[in-house]
């Protein structure tokens, strides 16, 4: 081999060295006019904008409207047939266990709202902005009601911060006891309300009476009561609410409409809006309220009401329950051949039952109307907004505290209960003790009937036993975690009790 | 022995430079015909040194007593001479029928079939071409055993799968494919004209592993034609024209046996019967109509040739194909030209040059699903006629099935591809023992689209109605709410879109071979390799083109009515890197014990950082058992044992994939209006990694009197870490809408096979010769692990809305069918009470259904009682190529058999009047009648549940291609100025046999959990063509 050949393969040698170092850096492609999740947070609208995909879970609110009225005693789950939503039908029947579509649906959607939180969380450090903080308390606030819905549902839930965690990770992830939940949703929502203000500009936001309104919740159904009592108080107190009359039942049930939406009661809404239209494959997707439609009456044609799929009937027994004089009752429950038969021209009227049940009552509050339909799609998006918090809730939450707190203030907690029975012109009561508490809690069937509140209360209170026909005590207290996420989580976690 | 080594190499330089050579020239023959072999190589054994047999075959070189000229030339087997002194030497050699001096195109680098280590298979051009067919991957039907062609439409422009060796994973398996060294996708293969090709290699094993993370399909090597060195120039033209026609067609009802079949099913339902006269004769077979017969011609040109320094071929040809579905409407049409052209610009350095131009034109109807022209044509009823009125009839009685005609009319779409490939190699011989290479191979294609969308009619109530009545009018759309929204007119649409796409290729290797002393040769191959894959789109679409009128179909000219609020514009743009490094080192002791390792590198920018860089490679080594002292059977004249090993990837995967994206769906109402913020879209997974495929590989090739060849090989291929996104749990976020799974490295497939390969060739005379080749592939397909927490991967639904039935299990076959299995049919009443097993809604003339789980009832709404019944995938494959040659005659036929596979037959719509196959016909009437074919009604049955009623044997036996040709005497050629003239009539797919009812049994498809589903296949057409072939 002659000499220049020698340095000519050096050279060539050299060179491919070099061009195959300069190549790997090559390597480093950033996908081409993509937002990407690796490098985002950039400018302060970036922190924004995240915040509002976080929000976006919030409109999954249809099922707890469901789950929370149907696994009580207050509605049946109703439907074209036994086999339309039979996750709904199982849980009416108290039948349900590890698989059902709906509890996977609640368990896959508040942790997607805890991830897109904590997306914000994990990006904390990497700007610094005006503004900042009034984003990072909306997200505690919003983390902490993801939190709240499943460790709500499901008890010892995976209590994952301030990070995103990988598929391999979300494999060996173990279960946080319940109590550790509900101590970060605590320190979540004391965030929120010391970063908000009482009232925002913006319709929809978390405000500062938002935060204390679930706390007070939170620490309710722990039987936190002292806790309880106080941050009510403050809500009541200092925040800029006020209890509003009603004297018919037809204005009752119009505070749960559009056009009252963000009314002096109203602590909380979870907003919606009719703008956009949506399919039944992606109810996630949608951004009207799903539930409206589907809780309407069947095929019905005729004045007021729209037509809808008869889910999530109100019972006879929610019915009788009501004083007849309460105007709450025909404002909570509608009796739908009564209605039709007030009506000028009642054999033009008319509508179906559907084979998933039928109790001859629609949820009210929460209806199809014909001035309120969603534009593009009517069926699956309407623009009702979901009262998350209202005023009368705080009202009796707080009675209810100050009545069973370790130093009870029987005369607080009444004062409480009568204002709420006051505007809606039903009499002064005067009980003290275990009565005085039993009359709240009749009061909170009254009033928050139909808004998917009635199983939790009867839980959290130790009547779902007696009040529940089915309910297995020391079993459906908690619902059972979807088996398919116990597989994919690797198997590891035990079903909840007494559940197979 | 270093010392030896180097006394040796000392001995080498020393000979060379002093010993005094001598000027000799001869002339290399055919030693059959005596005609010269202009082009034939001369070489000076252990050296570079040599000289190419000029035009008459003549050469000269310089060489000293006591060298070794070494004659070869391609297709003769090669032949030694001792140089002692002659000045001419005439040297005749002999066709090399047992091909084991064949040339076979490995990764960067040749080698002889005697040497190979690994599993490989070649085609020779003449095979290719004589098949007439418009794609090269269709002309490897049948020809090597391991590869299986499958079609996934018939339609022109049409493509196939390949699949070597099984298909590995339920993402691409499509094999890698180089063309003259430059990656060409599966699609780009319409590009190319399959009468331009030289060769096509197949690497099957793991030696595949010199392409690294792009070889775990099976890497296809194709290499065109290139002009011979002192030739003088060559113009071929050869062409030809043929007629297509449907292989098949359905057997339907006619009118009367429809009208007779629906009044009986209509009255099981107690419902009012539909036709009062049954006699209405044959009515309108709508298949009938809708097939065509359709030309089908290709011809090309071309001029090859060579100087001493320099080689050219240089060609350019035309493919038309129009459609036997819809004619014109669906066709593909292509040009080439062609330039390969390799030069010597300075002493030892070498430029080759390939360009390749190609033009297609293709315009499609829809096909291969629901809603295809055949379905609508299958399922139509023969009650109808095609008109009425003056215009096409509407069909009413059946919802979603129009009018194939009118749907033919309506379907307006034309794509243009205009692609430039090319490279440009430099190739310097930089000492005896050392070669180096530099290359850039570039792919640039431009994609126009243009589909037209007019307003439509196709009947009351049709999902596919563009228009809002017959007289055209268009729909109307609202936007926004109805205070401050508006209500347009959606006019007809338009739809453009123009894409680029470019990929680059730079590749750098070098070569290295020596043999020390006469035993001991090393073989080493050292280089880097740098690919880059961009593509990009931009689209629109546009409402309102005037008058309805294709001739104003253009976005230019839209009306965009309502200030444009319906039209809209999209793009994307990707880009992929691949870097890539690898080493090859061969030995061989005397050509008898040979072995061979390969390591490669690649880092993919498919993969984050975590595992951006993978290493794969091979070992194998073969033994030539007949080179033996001690091998002494006679009639066995070469033998070798062939054992490999290697690691190849697969990261074919859409680009990005493992990052977060943020594309998720992320809105809420903020002072009631919808306000759109950011979600994570996929989930990330930092240590998605490729699917790496493990395989060993265990061959024997033996020749057998003199004549006879055969190689098989035994394999058994795991491919580990599919790439798919199964289900994930929910904490990692995918609840939220748009928030998918994130890509991981999931499962495991398993092939293990069985391949031969005989070929035959028998020249008795110098009139008569005979050659055979017969190829069998055994294989075995079985999905050993599915992803953590997930059952199964499902895949694809049978009927309208109906169960998913194929899927991705553990213990069954890739994209297996799971469904009832049938027992026969109730007879009677009596026999459903008192059966022991319970079948909710059974009536006689039912299906009677295998109770699975022994639970003594047959379950309908889980998965209790639905077991496995059929697989898409063979149990074996088989070819047969035939080629004979008497005087001037000879005669070609290749047929290809699938054995042992099932097809999903699901064309058949379940509504009250769509048009049913005859075999009902056969249906139950009433006890005893039949015991195969339920009754029919109108009402709800569970006959409809997917059982092994709806699924058939898909084997098949298919010839290919018969040709039969006729060359004229050189004497009567050379008066007309040519020096060959061949005509040939031919015939493509002539003959099918198969006991499947569909179109076509050959129902492939790229997604394995696809295959075998039967949509209403555009089948393959058979046709008759006649052609010639004429050199100048």
């Known amino acids: ?500 | 022995m270093k010392h030896k080594l180097l006394l040796m190499m000392l001995a080498l330089v020393v000979s060379s430079s002093f010993a005094q050579a001598q000027s000799v020239s001869g002339t290399v023959k055919d030693a059959e015909t005596s005609e010269p072999l202009p082009g034939a190589s001369i070489q000076i054994k252990g050296t570079s040194r040599g000289a190419t047999a000029d035009l008459n075959g003549e050469f000269k070189l310089s060489a000293n007593s006591g060298d070794v000229l070494v004659f070869s030339f391609i297709g003769y087997a090669d032949k030694e001479i001792s140089y002692n002194g002659q000045t001419n030497i005439t040297v005749s050699l002999d066709l090399d029928i047992s091909q084991l001096s064949e040339v076979v195109v490995v990764g960067y680098g040749t080698s002889t079939k005697k040497e190979l280590t690994g599993a490989t298979a070649k085609v020779n051009a003449q095979e290719i071409e004589e098949r007439n067919v418009p794609r090269v991957d269709q002309a490897l039907q049948g020809a090597v055993a391991g590869v299986n062609i499958s079609t996934n439409s018939g339609a022109p422009g049409g493509s196939a799968n390949i699949n070597i060796r099984g298909i590995s994973t339920n993402g691409d398996s499509g094999p890698l494919v180089i063309v003259d060294g430059i990656i060409y996708d599966s699609e780009g293969l319409n590009a190319l004209n399959p009468a331009d090709i030289e060769s096509v290699n197949v690497l099957k094993d793991g030696t595949a592993g010199i392409y690294g993370v792009r070889a775990a399909n099976g890497v296809i090597i194709i290499e065109t034609k290139k002009g011979k060195k002192n030739t003088k120039p060559r113009l071929s033209l050869s062409g030809y024209y043929g007629v297509q026609r449907t292989a098949k067609t359905l057997d339907l009802l006619n009118a009367t046996e429809y009208a007779v079949l629906k009044n009986e099913a209509f009255a099981a339902n107690n419902q009012t019967v539909p036709f009062n006269n049954t006699n209405l004769g044959e009515g309108t077979d709508w298949q009938d109509k809708v097939f065509n017969d359709a030309p089908i011609q290709n011809y090309n040109i071309s001029v090859s040739g060579g100087t001493e320094k320099t080689t050219y071929n240089i060609g350019g040809s035309y493919f038309g194909q129009e459609g036997i579905v819809g004619g014109d409407k669906a066709l593909f049409e292509r040009y080439n030209a062609r330039v390969n052209f390799v030069t010597e610009i300075l002493p030892k350095l070498k430029l080759t040059n390939v360009l390749l131009y190609t033009n297609e034109y293709s315009k499609s109807l829809p096909q291969g699903s629901i809603g295809s022209v055949l379905y609508n044509a299958a399922n139509a009823y023969p009650t109808e006629p095609i008109k009425t009125d003056g215009r096409f009839s509407y069909l009413l009685n059946v919802s979603d099935v129009i009018n194939p005609f009118a749907q033919i009319e309506n379907t307006y779409n034309d794509s243009y591809v205009n692609k430039l490939v090319g490279k440009q190699e430099l190739e310097y011989e930089i000492s005896d023992h050392f070669t180096a290479n530099a290359r850039v191979g570039y792919n640039y294609a431009v994609v126009d689209y243009k589909e037209f969308g007019p307003l439509a009619w196709y009947g009351a109530g049709k999902a596919q109605n563009t228009a809002a009545n017959a007289d055209l009018d268009p729909t109307t759309v609202q936007i926004g709410d109805e205070v401050g929204g508006v209500t347009l007119e959606r006019g007809a649409r338009v739809t453009e879109s123009k894409s680029s796409y470019l990929d680059y290729l730079v590749e750098g290797f070098l070569n290295y071979k020596k043999t020390f002393g006469s035993n001991h040769t090393v073989k080493s191959t050292a280089g880097f390799s740098f690919n880059e894959v961009s593509g990009s789109q931009v689209s629109g679409t546009g409402y309102g083109v005037p008058n309805n009128d294709v001739a104003f179909a253009d976005l230019s000219l839209v009306t965009g009515i309502g200030n444009g609020y319906l039209n809209n514009t999209n793009s994307f743009q990707y880009l992929d890197r691949l870097n890539s490094i690898f080493l090859r080192g061969e030995y061989d002791y005397e050509k008898k014990y040979l072995f061979s390792g390969l390591i490669r590198r690649d880092g993919s920018t498919k993969f984050g950082s975590n595992n951006r860089f993978g290493y794969f490679g091979s070992l194998s080594a073969a033994w030539v058992i007949s080179d033996e002292d001690f091998f002494d059977i006679e009639a066995i004249d070469f033998a070798k044992l062939r054992v490999s090993q290697g690691w190849t990837g697969n990261d074919q995967i859409q680009p990005y994939a493992y990052r977060a994206s943020l594309n998720g769906e992320g809105q809420y109402v903020f002072d009631d209006v919808i306000v759109s913020g950011v979600a994570l879209g996929r989930v990330p997974n930092p240590n998605l990694a490729w699917e790496s495929t493990l395989q060993t590989n265990i061959g024997l090739d033996l020749t057998l009197f003199k004549n006879f060849d055969l190689a098989t090989n035994y394999f058994i291929k795991t491919t580990t870490g599919l790439l798919f996104a199964p289900p994930q749990s929910a904490t990692v976020g995918t609840g939220g809408a748009g928030t998918e799974p994130s890509f991981k490295n999931a499962g495991e497939v398993v092939n293990k096979g069985f391949e031969l390969d005989l070929d035959y060739a028998f020249k008795p005379s110098k009139d008569f010769s005979f050659s055979v080749n017969y190829n069998f592939t055994y294989l075995q397909n079985e999905v050993t692990k599915v992803p953590g927490g997930v059952d199964f991967v499902p895949g694809t639904g049978f009927s309208v809305g109906g169960n998913v039935v194929t899927r991705l299990e553990q213990g069954f076959p890739i994209g297996y069918f799971i469904g009832y299995e049938t027992d026969g049919i109730w007879q009677t009443a009596e026999e459903i009470a008192s059966s022991p097993i319970s079948q909710p809604g059974a009536q006689p003339g039912d299906f009677k259904y295998v109770d699975q789980n022994g639970d003594n009832e047959i379950s309908f709404g889980d998965n209790s009682d639905r077991t496995m019944i059929g697989s898409p995938i063979p149990d074996f494959t088989m070819g047969l190529n035939v080629n004979a040659n008497y005087k001037g005659i000879d005669l070609t036929a290749n047929v290809t058999a699938v054995v042992g596979n099932e097809i999903i037959r699901n064309y058949e719509r379940q509504q009250p009047y769509a048009n049913q196959l005859a075999y009902n016909l056969n249906r139950w009437t009433g006890p005893g009648s039949t015991n195969e074919y339920p009754r029919l009604t109108t009402g709800l049955t569970t006959n409809t549940n997917f059982s092994d009623f709806y699924v058939e044997d898909g084997s098949y036996v298919r010839v290919r291609n018969i040709q039969i040709g006729y060359n004229f005497p050189q004497s009567i050629a050379e008066k007309m100025g040519m020096t060959k003239f061949r005509v040939y009539i031919g015939s493509v797919n002539p003959f099918t046999f198969t006991r499947y009812m569909g179109y076509d049994p050959d129902v492939g498809s790229s997604d394995p959990l696809s295959n075998g589903v039967d949509l209403g296949r555009y089948p393959q057409a058979k046709s008759l063509m006649g052609g010639f072939n004429i050199q100048f």
């Open chain 1, 1 to 500: 081999m002659k000499f220049y050949n020698k340095i000519l393969m050096f050279f060539v040698a050299v060179l491919g060295l070099s061009f195959l170092n300069a190549c790997d850096d090559r390597l480093e492609v950033d996908p081409l006019y993509t937002i990407d999740g690796d490098s985002f947070f950039n400018t302060p609208s970036d922190y924004d904008r995240a915040l509002t995909g976080a929000y976006d879970l919030l409109q999954t609110s249809y099922l707890n409207m469901w789950i929370g009225e149907i696994a009580s005693d207050n509605a049946i789950a109703g439907g074209e047939s036994v086999t339309d939503t039979p996750g709904l039908h199982e849980i009416e029947a108290m039948t349900h266990n590890g698989v059902n579509n709906e509890l996977r649906s609640v368990f896959s959607f508040n942790y997607a709202g805890v991830v897109r939180t904590n997306y914000l969380f994990s990006n904390k450090d990497k700007l610094d902005f005006e503004g900042k903080d009034e984003i990072y308390a909306q997200a505690h606030f919003l983390r902490a009601y993801y939190y709240f819905q499943l460790v709500k549902y499901f008890g010892d839930v995976p209590l994952i911060l301030d990070r995103l965690i990988s598929e391999e990770e979300s494999t060996s992830l173990e279960r946080t006891p319940a109590s550790q939940v509900y101590e970060q949703i605590e320190i979540d929502l004391k965030a929120a309300s010391a970063g908000l203000d009482w009232t925002n500009s913006v319709k929809g936001r978390v405000t500062k009476g938002a935060a204390l309104g679930l706390l007070g919740r939170v620490y309710l159904y722990q039987d936190k009561f002292d806790d309880a009592a106080i941050v009510l108080d403050s809500v009541i107190d200092m925040g800029p609410y006020s209890l509003i009359n009603s004297t018919t039942s037809e204005e009752y049930a119009d505070l749960f409409s559009v056009n009252q939406e963000g009314n002096s009661e109203s602590v909380f809404e979870i907003q919606y809006s009719g703008q956009e239209g949506g399919s039944y494959g992606c109810l996630v997707c949608l951004e009207g309220f799903a539930a409206v439609g589907f809780q309407g009456i069947r095929q019905y044609t005729g004045p007021e009401y729209g037509d809808g799929n008869s889910y999530n009937l109100p019972t006879q027994d929610l019915y009788d329950a009501f004083d007849p004089s309460d105007i709450r009752r025909d404002g909570t429950v509608l009796d739908i051949d009564a209605f039709i038969a007030e009506q000028d021209n009642p054999g033009d009227i008319s509508y179906a039952i559907g084979g998933g049940g039928h109790t001859g009552f629609y949820n009210n509050k929460y209806i199809k109307r014909l001035d309120e339909l969603g534009l593009p799609d009517n069926d699956l998006t309407s623009p009702v907004n979901y009262r998350l918090l209202r005023l009368p809730d705080i009202y009796l939450m707080a009675a209810e505290a100050h009545n069973r707190k370790s130093a009870p203030n029987d005369v607080k907690a009444l004062e409480y209960l009568n204002d709420v029975r006051a505007r809606v012109s039903m009499l002064d009561l005067s009980l003290s003790g275990q009565a005085l508490t039993e009359a709240i809690w009749q009061e909170r069937r009254y009033e928050m009937s139909g808004e998917g509140f009635r199983f939790w209360d009867l839980v959290r209170t130790g009547r779902a036993a007696s009040e529940i026909e089915g309910f297995v005590e020391g079993k459906n207290e908690l619902f059972p975690i979807p088996q398919i996420e116990i597989d994919l989580a690797g198997g590891n976690w035990s079903q909840n009790p007494n559940y197979n």
